[in-house]
């Protein structure tokens, strides 16, 4: 008996062993599935009283969403040739990215940029993929009567990416343009995260099945250096697309492609062209 009730404590103590990790394991993800936007979604709040330093032809906007309200910015020109419609990455506010408002204006393109919920002066949080691509149609809606006839340019940079080619399923615009866009962000999480169930992800974001379904031009741009989305994703997107042409810029990372004349000429030259 005594030899027994040894096997039966050994037996216990390896139970307790192997059910340790997986209980801590099973709690890390039940934290990811409920805290993923904390990791998605780093927005940079203003106070209400921020004033943009944006010039004169530069209009603050907010338009009016179920449950929130966003902010958003407007370049407009005396007669532009269309407006770029700029769905920006996941970190910052519209005060670190509504900064090359000259690029725009040489191009005689406006420029509107919004801010997704929480994010600068916008009100509320994001909470679902639905509700985001909602509020991206809800701005669209806002500015588009304005521009019945222009040349319409659709442009996503990384998270921005995959809600511009959603839209741009819908619109069809003039030009698409994707700026280190991800096939999904499903393929995303499995390179960094590879420990983490494709079924957890709530943001699928799948770039590579809409890219199909967009029947106008698309301009893929993506830094060689770029180590957080991999050009391989650009490269894997230009297959699917008859209508895509990449731009590789073999110097630039992910967040410093502005910073070369190759992005920048690439795609003045994509402006010109419409």
Avoid: C
């Amino acid at each position: 008996h005594r030899h027994a009730r040894r096997r039966m404590r050994a037996m216990k103590l390896a139970l307790l062993v192997l059910a340790l990790p997986l209980a801590l394991y099973l709690a890390l993800l039940a934290l990811l599935w409920w805290g993923q936007e904390r990791l998605i979604f780093q927005g940079t709040p203003l106070p209400p009283n921020f004033r943009f330093d944006v010039g004169p032809d530069v209009h603050e906007r907010f338009i009016d969403v179920p449950g929130g309200r966003l902010s958003a910015l407007h370049l407009q020109l005396p007669a532009p040739k269309g407006v770029v419609f700029f769905l920006h990455g996941n970190a910052g506010n519209l005060a670190s990215w509504f900064v090359n408002a000259d690029y725009y204006r040489r191009a005689n393109f406006d420029l509107f940029m919004i801010d997704y919920r929480g994010y600068g002066k916008s009100s509320g949080r994001v909470e679902s993929q639905a509700q985001l691509e909602a509020d991206v149609r809800a701005a669209w809606a806002a500015v588009a009567p304005r521009y019945t006839g222009r040349r319409i340019v659709i442009y996503g940079r990384s998270l921005g990416s995959g809600l511009a080619a959603g839209l741009a399923v819908e619109l069809q615009p003039d030009l698409t343009v994707l700026v280190s866009p991800y096939t999904s962000f499903g393929a995303l999480a499995r390179e960094h995260y590879r420990w983490v169930p494709a079924a957890l992800l709530r943001y699928p974001l799948a770039t590579d099945q809409l890219l199909p379904r967009v029947n106008s031009p698309v301009l893929l741009v993506h830094g060689g250096r770029d180590t957080l989305i991999p050009p391989s994703h650009s490269q894997r997107l230009a297959a699917l697309s008859p209508q895509a042409r990449l731009l590789l810029v073999p110097e630039a990372g992910h967040n410093d492609l502005q910073d070369f004349k190759l992005y920048l000429d690439g795609l003045r030259a994509a402006l010109d062209g419409l």
